[in-house]
């Protein structure tokens, strides 16, 4: 593992990569000094938590700089991934080439999965263990946390929390990708014939995809049957993408809404040329590509479309109306003013004006936040709740505070050995290649501390899982491991070929320890 493959990584990854590998390298000054190592006789014990791509990325990233190192990584579900698993669109199977290499990682000898067990978190089912933050502390030289964002942030407007039919993103996703925490949603497609998305960035086109496109297309991914049958009961005809500001400060991405302007049957309403440069030409060449694609419009004309959808601009969300039944029926915006409309960093204003946009369901979809793990606070660990990250020094160094015996004015430091890694580092934005290069910052991190002799948590007798696990009663929990993991994947595509389909995903852990034995 001491160099990336061209097998090892997809084609877009591998030019992130290379590029990665000059701009991840640590050109700063060190944080410690750079004596020679006397750490070569025994190996870095590194514990992950979290299995999806900013993990695995770390535990790569590490294993080929620094020889013999030993990797234990936690999930809390009995399944790897994270993310690719839960998050990626199931009609994107090429982001999900990643999931197979993880798995090279996986086979090293220094590496050990340890699934079905949570860090700090009670966990939500009784077969789940749950080891004490602390206790990972006690037995590794490094921890890194590479968690990612389980919760997801609100819109704080009225009618959001009472009334039914209002789902996150995270919620909608994860249903229809099997995550079990919403296997049991069951969001009621057939209310009416118009849905209101909140939000414009990639995962609110993913959602308006998912709604629009043929279920027959959408049979042979792995998304689960019960969001098959779902979707096949659906009224759903129009869709409204709605964001604050307008088309030049869009965050979704070409691809996306190509995708969305390509589905057969589909059609697009025109967007606000009052919002388009006359001169798109001169734009750099991604806006540029953007902006053209939204005024050329869908492959469909709206007249011989079956279903439709819009991306509303400059519309901020104010209040979501209820019927007598409790479930919504419309949302009302107020029209928002951009300083400079042209201006892809344009602030934006309220204009008092409202309108409301009939709407049997409605999804917000402004953004995932990961949240702090018990026993942060006294590990000394720095969390900021606002932007939802653990505070770090840019490169993944977890920061704690400090203070001088002089003049008791606190000062951040990096807490020794504590790493962070993804989401939980530098917030919910990006895709899995920019995961990677941010996964390789950590890892260079990592490798250059302990190669330069830095402060690590551990002592000389740093063990691990193998300490680790006389710690937990298996008598009342199941500890998950590679090979049993194995069994549960094997399973599911056996389920699969009964649908004609890669695989037919477990939605519960009950399920996923039974495919287990």
Request: hydrophobic share 35%.
């Amino acid at each position: 593992m001491n160099h990336i493959t061209r097998s090892w990584l997809c084609a877009t990854c591998e030019r992130k990569a290379i590029r990665g590998l000059k701009s991840t390298s640590i050109t700063s000054r060190n944080l410690y000094s750079t004596t020679a190592s006397r750490r070569h006789d025994r190996p870095l014990r590194m514990a992950i938590v979290g299995s999806g791509p900013a993990g695995f990325y770390t535990a790569y990233r590490v294993m080929s700089k620094t020889p013999n190192t030993r990797v234990d990584m936690f999930e809390a579900l009995p399944v790897p991934f994270g993310l690719v698993r839960f998050g990626v669109a199931p009609d994107h199977p090429e982001v999900k080439n990643c999931q197979e290499k993880f798995e090279e990682v996986a086979s090293s000898p220094g590496f050990t999965f340890i699934g079905n067990v949570a860090v700090g978190n009670a966990g939500d089912h009784l077969d789940r263990c749950n080891i004490p933050l602390s206790s990972i502390l006690r037995h590794y030289d490094a921890v890194v946390f590479a968690y990612g964002a389980s919760k997801d942030r609100q819109l704080g407007i009225p009618g959001e929390s009472e009334l039914k039919g209002i789902y996150s993103a995270r919620e909608f996703v994860g249903w229809y990708n099997g995550l079990p925490e919403y296997a049991h949603l069951s969001p009621d497609l057939t209310k009416g014939d118009e849905a209101v998305i909140i939000g414009q960035g990639n995962v609110a086109l993913d959602i308006a995809r998912m709604l629009l496109e043929n279920v027959d297309v959408l049979r042979k991914s792995d998304i689960t049957e019960q969001a098959i049958e779902t979707l096949l009961q659906s009224r759903i005809k129009r869709v409204h993408v709605v964001g604050r500001r307008g088309p030049m400060q869009a965050a979704f991405t070409i691809k996306e809404v190509r995708e969305l302007m390509k589905l057969h049957g589909v059609g697009f309403h025109p967007i606000d040329m009052s919002l388009v440069p006359d001169e798109v030409s001169k734009l750099p060449r991604a806006r540029r590509r953007l902006m053209e694609i939204m005024v050329k419009g869908s492959t469909t004309r709206i007249d011989d479309a079956a279903t439709s959808w819009s991306l509303d601009f400059c519309l901020a969300p104010t209040e979501f109306l209820g019927g007598s039944d409790g479930q919504v029926k419309s949302t009302v915006f107020e029209r928002t003013s951009l300083s400079s409309p042209f201006d892809p960093s344009s602030s934006v204003s309220g204009t008092g004006e409202k309108l409301e946009i009939p709407s049997s369901i409605a999804f917000r979809s402004i953004g995932y936040k990961s949240v702090a793990l018990p026993g942060f606070s006294e590990a000394g660990i720095l969390f900021d709740d606002r932007k939802g990250i653990i505070q770090n020094d840019g490169m993944g160094r977890v920061l704690q505070d400090s203070a001088t015996a002089s003049d008791a004015q606190h000062n951040k430091s990096h807490l020794p050995g504590v790493y962070c890694a993804g989401w939980v580092k530098r917030g919910p934005t990006g895709v899995i290649a920019s995961t990677m290069e941010d996964a390789f910052s950590t890892g260079d991190a990592i490798a250059s501390d302990w190669n330069a002799d830095a402060p690590f948590l551990g002592r000389e007798s740093s063990s691990g899982w193998e300490a680790l696990r006389t710690e937990i009663d298996q008598s009342k929990c199941r500890v998950i491991q590679w090979e049993e993991w194995k069994r549960i994947d094997k399973a599911e595509k056996e389920r699969g070929l009964q649908f004609g389909k890669e695989r037919e995903k477990f939605t519960s852990t009950t399920e996923m320890l039974s495919a287990a034995k």
